[in-house]
């Protein structure tokens, strides 16, 4: 049982570009979580969804942010129009339901230069 | 107040010392409750899950008081393998979401 796989592991963008962050969560979870990581901070919380629905999506900045989780293929994480301070590590969790643990995928590291 | 609250420490203790964290949340309706652990760069690793009145795993044993709105982490006889950093982690309200403290930075010296 795979765990919970993002990619890109790192990915380059220029101001202004689009970036598209995946995440495919472990078999026989419906639940998907996203979070920020700047260097030397906490996980910071962006959006919950599960299959087809956005449930939680208060930490995600209103404009240039968006997120999905359709009925087939993995979560996306869309930025559009990335500046600088988007550079962070974007994390993915997935969890078989609400109220019980959830397991990481190893990141996706974006750079905006 | 914060949601979930952590001393950021660092906590520097030499190897076989046993230490504690607490961490305290906001939000009297979080069900579930969890530790993490993170290595640097690395994504955030279950540690414990806390139920109820808490629970033990090898070294470690996590405690959870509903009274007073905290629950703490236990690392008995440390190793240098120890050394990360360890997140407190509450199940959100009706969202549902997961909320991170901050974490608490340990360092176990040999």
């Known amino acids: 049982n795979a765990g919970v796989m993002q990619n890109p592991r790192h990915l380059v963008r220029r101001r202004g570009q689009e970036a598209r962050l995946r995440c495919s969560p472990m078999?026989?979870?419906?639940?998907v979580y996203w979070y920020r990581q700047l260097p030397e901070e906490g996980l910071k919380f962006m959006v919950y969804?599960?299959?087809?629905?956005?449930?939680?999506e208060s930490g995600m900045p209103k404009e240039r942010f968006s997120a999905e989780f359709p009925k087939e293929g993995p979560s996306i994480l869309r930025i559009q129009q990335v500046v600088r301070g988007d550079s962070a590590a974007y994390f993915c969790?997935?969890?078989?339901?609400?109220?019980?643990?959830?397991?990481f995928g190893q990141g996706t590291r974006l750079t905006v230069v | 107040r914060k949601e979930v609250e952590q001393d950021p420490g660092p906590f520097n203790v030499p190897e076989g010392a046993t230490v504690a964290f607490n961490c305290t949340y906001s939000?009297?309706?979080?069900?579930?409750f969890f530790w993490y652990r993170q290595d640097c760069r690395k994504e955030p690793k279950l540690l414990m899950s806390?139920?109820?009145s808490g629970n033990e795993d090898g070294r470690f044993t996590a405690q959870l008081n509903r009274a007073s709105q905290y629950i703490s982490l236990l690392i008995r006889d440390s190793k240098l393998s120890d050394s990360a950093t360890y997140l407190c982690?509450?199940?959100?309200?009706?969202?549902?979401?997961?909320?991170f403290g901050k974490g608490t930075k340990l360092s176990v010296k040999p």
């Open positions: 982690v509450r199940y959100g309200g009706s969202q549902g979401n997961l909320i």
């Open positions: 969804l599960q299959k087809e629905n956005i449930i939680d």
């Open positions: 939000n009297s309706a979080s069900q579930s």
């Open positions: 969790a997935s969890s078989p339901r609400q109220n019980t643990e959830a397991f």
């Open positions: 078999k026989g979870h419906s639940h």
């Open positions: 806390v139920y109820s």
